[in-house]
């Protein structure tokens, strides 16, 4: 990928201009952690770039962004650019596009991003900030006071790098994230509830959680249940603590499993019945919240004899038969008390052994 990256550099080099890898890439790179996320950022002109290179139809060239296609490899270009004016603590309303690597670094928001790296593959640090990366640390790029309260994602983006690269906040900058935190509600759910995923997804969600309740921002994120989440490895599982189905965005599915959960969390987990009825993986999320043996789920899942109805080797004919019964609502009673003897083990999903449970219980 960095190949290609340099590739696409020199390519705009050749026609002119000056580019570089920027952002989150170069910072990974010294972290030795692995992406696939590569920005570039160069003095050509949105129009310039799309005579270079087949772009996506959609992208943000309001903002001096083009998505690049090359080689089968998605880039975002992303001219050089001043910010001059925000709108609602949140969207440049009004930028220009500027000659000078070194200003539109200092437009960015925490210093460990603005590292650059040229098409030689060396890193290029305008800022004189990589004693940041070094030291681990996220500050933002000048007065934390402004760069927060100009861009109130940045609060999440913090704590989303601060937890999944296990970095630490100064405390300058900790001090604005918990000032302005209130500045939250204006965020979408949608905007909220991405950066939340990628915070609840990292190995290191506790960290996430600790910094959230830390700054008091679970109020303004209208997440009361925070502080006594369980923090399982897996993200509904965690939303469904939250219970906030509500206010934040989610599919009809997620939502069902969510509520589906939150029931579960009463019931006996280690019951066959309701784990052939909810399925390994809901029952596995539950036993993780609950502190159960995700092993015990899994061997019960594994010995269960039918996985669904269909399984039966006895349908609703054979009892109307055996019966001399007409059909009606009794059949899907005594379909359901078969499932359930077979599943506790009572009967064996036998013709002649269900025949005989229904003969003796039923006729």
């Given at each position: 990928m960095q190949d290609i990256a340099l590739e696409v550099i020199k390519i705009l080099e050749n026609h002119?201009?000056?580019?570089?890898?920027?952002?989150?890439?170069?910072?990974?790179?010294?972290?030795?952690?692995?992406?696939?996320?590569?920005?570039?950022?160069?003095?050509?002109?949105?129009?310039?770039?799309?005579?270079?290179?087949?772009?996506v139809p959609v992208s943000s060239i309001q903002y001096g962004s083009v998505s690049v296609i090359y080689k089968k490899y998605k880039f975002d270009i992303t001219t050089f650019r001043k910010e001059i004016k925000y709108e609602d603590n949140r969207k440049p309303v009004k930028i220009k596009y500027?000659?000078?690597?070194?200003?539109?670094?200092?437009?960015?928001?925490?210093?460990?991003?603005?590292?650059?790296?040229?098409?030689?593959?060396?890193?290029?640090?305008?800022?004189?900030?990589?004693?940041d990366i070094d030291k681990r640390i996220i500050r933002t790029v000048g007065n934390p006071r402004y760069r927060i309260k100009e861009d109130v994602l940045r609060i999440l983006r913090a704590i989303r790098f601060a937890t999944r690269l296990d970095l630490v906040i100064?405390?300058?900058?900790?001090?604005?994230?918990?000032?302005?935190?209130?500045?939250?509600?204006?965020?979408?759910?949608?905007?909220?509830?991405?950066?939340?995923?990628?915070?609840?997804?990292?190995?290191?969600?506790?960290?996430?959680?600790?910094?959230?309740?830390?700054?008091?921002l679970d109020k303004f994120l209208d997440i009361p249940n925070l502080s006594k989440t369980v923090m399982v490895n897996d993200i509904i599982g965690i939303w469904s603590q939250l219970d906030v189905d509500s206010l934040y965005p989610f599919t009809k599915i997620e939502k069902q499993?969510?509520?589906?959960?939150?029931?579960l969390l009463n019931e006996d987990i280690y019951d066959p019945y309701v784990i052939y009825c909810n399925g390994l993986y809901l029952c596995t999320v539950v036993a993780m919240i609950k502190g159960?043996?995700?092993?015990?789920?899994?061997?019960?899942?594994?010995?269960?004899v039918i996985n669904n109805k269909k399984d039966i080797v006895v349908k609703p004919n054979d009892i109307m038969r055996v019966l001399n019964k007409d059909a009606g609502s009794y059949l899907k009673n005594i379909m359901n008390d078969i499932e359930k003897m077979i599943v506790y083990g009572k009967i064996r999903n036998d013709h002649d052994d269900i025949m005989k449970f229904v003969i003796n219980n039923y006729k």
């Open positions: 002119g201009y000056i580019a570089y890898i920027v952002g989150g890439y170069v910072r990974d790179y010294l972290l030795n952690i692995e992406t696939m996320d590569v920005d570039i950022c160069t003095n050509a002109k949105p129009k310039d770039i799309m005579d270079i290179f087949e772009t500027i000659d000078n690597i070194k200003k539109d670094l200092l437009r960015r928001d925490f210093t460990i991003n603005t590292l650059c790296m040229d098409k030689n593959g060396d890193i290029l640090d305008f800022l004189n900030v990589r004693d100064d405390d300058k900058t900790m001090h604005y994230l918990k000032k302005y935190g209130y500045l939250l509600k204006k965020l979408s759910y949608v905007r909220k509830k991405e950066e939340l995923n990628k915070i609840f997804s990292s190995s290191n969600r506790e960290k996430g959680k600790k910094l959230i309740l830390e700054l008091k499993q969510m509520e589906r959960i939150r029931f159960l043996n995700k092993t015990k789920i899994n061997e019960i899942y594994n010995n269960l």
